[in-house]
């Protein structure tokens, strides 16, 4: 292992990252997701007089919102997307060159976001236009994948191009209403690609991934995966969506609202079952593996915060706790998922061990327990809730550092086994 790292060939360079998609766009999304919660984390001990003032041009909250639906996750996505999608759909592997613009233009979009939130809003709207400008061309890249495929099963594929342009448009919205003073409706944006995009892409690759990497590695546990389950799942998500919407359009409607937290208990109920009956318990000596079914098993966790903190509401009069189960599925859900998923491609395309060691886990506990904070600080209504919110913040973007520049780390350096990719 020396004599390999004292090799010049096998030292970090930044013409690595071209060696395969992968590589070009998880580092972007590390460098994106590590400057998001830098400046969220700076912007929240600022609200707590830890730091001087940090004024911001726009709302915090959406501006952060923003930036954690569509700044560092699409770059995610699509380094998983070129790398996994062309063996769903039996095309191609795309080179990192051809995927460099989208890339590029996401990272620099999202770069000038964050300094018009300091600066001025037409510079946040500039940047926000830039990496519209991508992530519109990623989709359509990914979009002549779907329509070159001749493979018999496409659902999973097709279904993320859905829920890309979803993205697409919702960013469109959010841009348009920012630039009008329409905050509200940029929220309402915001909310509807985070379902309807980062979630749901999150939930079609599960449905596909989970079942397939634990039958591969847990003996007697075999791919078990129905449509039926996946469509199951994308209804969940919907019915997160109507409340929201029927705020948005002035339409109250108690009957509606109450059968969509009945869902929401339901689809809750059968995520928790499915992670179970995916091999969660029979996972337990991996610990990848076990790292993928616990993020999961947050989308069911989130649910159900959902619907029993509305009938919460209702019974007792008093705010729900909506936020904090939606920072189950962003932090827990999501979060989780990104850590186990990205890890796992990472260590495959780098030639290494399809494992999570020591420091791999013990971030991923870490992440655990940050999430249980971040949602005890939206139940505690006092100066401690700020607290707790500042101190998860602070632990989100030590976590993802220590995580992200481990990474980074690989991604510029040959893969240990000498082959290419």
């Known amino acids: 292992m020396m004599q390999q790292d004292s090799d010049p060939k096998s030292r970090w360079h930044l013409r690595h990252l071209m060696r395969a998609p992968h590589r070009l766009a998880f580092a972007a999304a590390v460098i994106v997701l ?28 959406l501006a952060h919102g923003t930036m954690m639906t569509f700044g560092f996750l699409p770059l995610f996505f699509m380094g998983f997307l070129n790398t996994a999608g062309p063996r ?3 095309v191609a592997e795309p080179s990192a060159q051809q995927i460099l613009l989208p890339v590029s233009l996401q990272v620099t979009g999202w770069i000038l976001w964050i ?10 709207v500039v940047g926000g236009v830039v990496a519209l400008f991508g992530l519109t061309i990623a989709y359509l890249q990914f979009g002549r994948f779907v329509l070159k495929s001749q493979a018999n099963d496409q659902i999973h594929a097709r279904t993320i191009l859905v829920a890309g342009w979803i993205g697409v448009a919702s960013l469109l919205v959010l841009l348009t209403a920012l630039s009008l003073d329409q905050y509200g409706v940029a929220r309402v944006a915001i909310l509807t690609a985070f379902w309807g995009f980062i979630a749901a892409t999150f939930v079609t690759v599960a449905h596909r991934m989970i079942p397939f990497f634990t039958a591969s590695a847990v003996p007697m546990v075999t ?144 992440l655990q327990v940050i999430v249980l904070l971040r949602i005890g600080a939206d139940t505690t209504h006092s100066i401690w809730s700020l607290r707790l919110l500042s101190v998860a913040s602070i632990g989100w973007t030590l976590i993802f550092m220590i995580w992200g520049l481990r990474l980074v780390g690989w991604y510029g350096k040959p893969r240990q086994d000498n082959q290419p990719g």
């Open 115 to 124: 300094i018009g939130t300091m600066t001025a809003l037409s510079v946040m």
């Open 88 to 90: 769903w759909l039996a």
């Open 34 to 61: 590590l400057l998001t919660s830098l400046w969220w984390a700076i912007t929240l001990s600022a609200r707590l007089g830890w730091i001087d003032t940090w004024s911001l041009q726009v709302s915090p909250t």
């Open 223 to 366: 791919v078990w995966r129905p449509c039926w389950i996946l469509y199951l799942l994308l209804t969940g998500l919907f019915a997160n969506l109507i409340p929201t919407w029927m705020q948005a359009v002035g339409i109250q409607s108690s009957v509606v609202e109450v059968s969509a937290n009945f869902w929401l208990l339901v689809s809750g109920l059968i995520v928790i079952w499915l992670a179970i009956a995916w091999g969660l318990f029979k996972a337990v000596s991996n610990r990848l593996l076990v790292m993928l079914h616990i993020g999961f098993a947050w989308l069911g966790v989130s649910f159900l915060l959902v619907a029993v903190s509305h009938l919460w509401s209702w019974t007792t009069g008093t705010a729900d706790w909506s936020l904090g189960a939606l920072h189950a599925t962003t932090m827990g859900f999501v979060g989780s998922l990104t850590m186990a998923m990205i890890t796992r491609v990472s260590c495959g395309h780098s030639g290494r061990p399809l494992r999570a060691d020591a420091l791999m886990w013990s971030l991923f506990l870490l």
